[in-house]
Structure formats: C-alpha cells, structure tokens
C-alpha cells in the first residue's frame, strides 16, 4: 500500500477559472519529484504557477477512492531529459511521489504567461464564435486538433448543439490564410470561409 504524502499546503479554494494543464505520470528518484505529463507541448503554464490544483484520476476505480491532496504548494519545475519534473512542498520520499500518481493538475488561467497579439492558448478560443466575411455565424469553437505544421479549429455549425456527428463539423486550419482577427474580447473570430466549404 502506498504512503500518503506528508501534510500538504491546502490553502485557496479551487478556483473558478482553473484549467487541467496536465498529470501525474509517478514519481521521479527517491527525495519527492514526481514525473509530469503536460497536455500541451509548451508547458509554460506548468512552470509559471507554484500552486498546482488537484484532483483524483478518473479512473479512480469505484469504492478505492484515489485521495489527493487538493493544492500543491510547488519548490521547483525543470525540463529533464524525458519530460517534466517537479518538487512539492511536504513530498520528502518516493512513497509520498507515487500516493499522486494519475492525479490531475490544474492552474488558474490568471497565471498563464502573456501571449503576444498573435499568440493565443486554445483555451481562450474554445467557445468562440466563428463569424465569416459575410457575417455569417458559421458556428462555436469546441476544440481544435494539432496536426503538427498548424492547428485546425473544431466548429459545431451554428443551430446544432454540441456534440455533433464528425461529418457535420466544420473544420477550418488555424492558419493567416483563413483566419484574420481573433478578438478576445467579444469572443469572436473572422475567417475567411465559406458556409458550403
């Protein structure tokens, strides 16, 4: 049976914007680091935060309730050969490491470094209108997919509810030649698409 970590900081309410930016994959040596899984290739707001949020794995299996401490208070955060590494606060020993193993961790969308005016987290576009040069409302973002050179964005055409059949999605690459301006604050974005594309 796996040790529970020492006493953990368990200051701040989860907060109301905190986003899963990765996981606990196991722990890493002897002394309490633990191996991170980003779900995205720049981890930045991984190592921008020192509080990460926690929640169990979902496949915490019924009636074995997978306990985890709900706020790390994180010491350090480094690229390592194989992925990420971290240290937390109260982690001393490898038992304590592999206690938060599957654990989900979250950040507060306020500490994510700035983008600049042409950078955007996928996060932010989640939930965006998608509105054409004719200014017709093709649909909502509801997510986008990495295909390595660009992402593409994911659109539930307008009048449909989420989720909808794949062959009614509408699929537009991320990309200058299709989308012009992204604006944040009225959650919408102008692309160059058409409703019969």
């Known amino acids: 049976m796996k040790a529970a970590p020492d006493v953990i900081e368990t200051s701040g309410a989860f907060p109301e914007d905190a986003i899963e930016v990765g996981r606990v994959l196991d722990a890493w040596g002897i002394k309490g680091w633990m191996k991170i899984l980003s779900h995205s ?41 194989d992925g990420i590494v971290a240290q937390a606060e109260g982690l001393s020993d490898r038992n304590g490491a592999e206690a938060l193993k599957g654990a989900r961790i979250f950040v507060s969308r306020s500490v994510f470094p700035e983008t600049d005016d042409d950078e955007y987290y996928w996060i932010d576009l989640i939930g965006m209108a998608v509105i054409n ?63 019969d594309y």
């Open 41 to 81: 290739a720049d981890a930045q707001a991984l190592f921008a935060s020192r509080r990460w949020f926690l929640k169990p794995s979902e496949k915490a299996l019924p009636g074995k309730p997978h306990i985890v401490p709900p706020v790390l208070k994180i010491l350090a955060v480094r690229d390592h050969a």
């Open 133 to 195: 040069k004719d200014g017709q409302t093709l649909g909502e973002v509801v997510d986008l997919i990495d295909t390595g050179p660009h992402c593409v964005l994911r659109i539930t055409p307008a009048g449909k509810v989420a989720p909808v059949k794949p062959d009614e999605e509408i699929l537009i690459p991320f990309v200058n030649a299709f989308v012009g301006q992204v604006d944040k604050a009225a959650k919408t974005i102008a692309v160059d698409w058409d409703l």
